[in-house]
């Protein structure tokens, strides 16, 4: 019972994060039935590791944007998705 309430402690945690920085850095807002797909530890430029988590979302308002340009990858919105 410890583990599945700690289980499920993570899964929020990770469902909040998501949410705030969706909506920080694209202006996106995204309904609560967020799905996990996988999760993907690699390595960038042999400099530093990347744990890359996937999650299915449904938009909960418009199209997304650069909301903050100084964060993230600035690929994320372009056609050009090579350096992600």
Do not use: A, H, W
Not at 8 to 24: A, D, E
Not at 49 to 57: A, H
Not at 67 to 83: A, F, M, Q, T, V
């Amino acid at each position: 019972m410890v583990e599945q309430s700690k289980s499920r402690l993570i899964q929020l945690t990770y469902y909040k994060t998501l949410k705030r920085k969706l909506f920080g850095e694209v202006g996106v807002k995204v309904k609560d039935n967020l799905i996990y797909v996988r999760n993907t530890p690699f390595e960038k430029e042999n400099v530093y590791k990347v744990n890359d988590i996937v999650f299915l979302c449904e938009f909960d308002n418009d199209e997304p944007y650069i909301k903050s340009p100084d964060e993230g990858s600035k690929g994320l919105l372009d056609d050009n998705r090579g350096d992600i």
